[in-house]
T-cell receptor, first 115, second 113 residues
């Protein structure tokens, strides 16, 4: 079974450039989460969607970050313009959304380096 | 000033020994808890979960214990193997209907052969 798929796996860009990270959740899952992981702050929730609708974006750092989920099988996280402090590993996770089992399954992550 | 990285507590055990990784949580409203394992260069991987109406749950070589009185969660790994070396995170979810998990800072497990 295919798990959560993320692309690209690695991204190196220069400060000021636009970065788009992509995620395909597990088929049938209706909740999708974007996390950021750094040595400084650990694993932080940025935003999550339920049935393609953003539910909580309080973790999004600032207006430079935006996330979309146009359909149940695809989501993007965009950073524009990017800054060196955005360098981190970005994870996407999905879950079935059922109240009784909210286990989140993580993708392999995208390692972003902003020079 | 100089920035300081997140310092992960480290547990070092001998291969074959049992490991116990602890986690304290603060939200009394949390009703669902998960342990994740993260190997270098990979995303967190689900290990085992437990709901607040239970105090113990067993999986294959792993046991999770929940003590709601002191808000403490532990993960026990039996007969630890080199492949168990990773960072282990506990995560909690509050019973507010909000889907988001709150993750702990993690514990690094090092298994010595």
């Amino acid at each position: 079974d295919a798990g959560v798929i993320q692309s690209p796996r690695h991204e190196v860009t220069e400060m000021g450039q636009e970065v788009t990270l992509r995620c395909k959740p597990i088929s049938g899952h209706n909740s999708l989460f974007w996390y950021r992981q750094t040595m400084m702050r650990g694993l932080e929730l940025l935003i999550y969607f339920n049935n393609n609708v953003p539910i909580d974006d309080s973790g999004m750092p600032e207006d430079r970050f935006s996330a979309k989920m146009p359909n149940a099988s695809f989501s993007t996280l965009k950073i524009q313009p990017s800054e060196p402090r955005d360098s981190a590993v970005y994870f996407c996770a999905s879950s079935s959304g059922a109240l009784s089992t909210d286990t989140q399954y993580f993708g392999p992550g995208t390692r972003l380096t902003v020079l | 000033g100089e920035s300081v990285g997140l310092h992960l507590p480290t547990l070092s055990v001998q291969e074959g020994d049992n490991s116990i990784i602890n986690c304290a949580y603060s939200n009394s409203a949390s009703d669902y808890f998960i342990w994740y394992k993260q190997e270098s260069g990979k995303g967190p991987q689900f290990i085992i979960d437990i709901r607040s109406n239970m105090d113990k749950r067993q999986g294959q070589r792993v046991t999770v214990l929940l003590n709601k009185t002191v808000k403490h969660l532990s993960l026990q790994i039996a007969a630890t193997q080199p492949g168990d070396s990773a960072v282990y995170f506990c995560a909690e979810k509050a019973n507010t209907g909000r889907r988001a998990l709150t993750f702990g800072s993690g514990t690094r497990l090092q298994v010595q052969p």
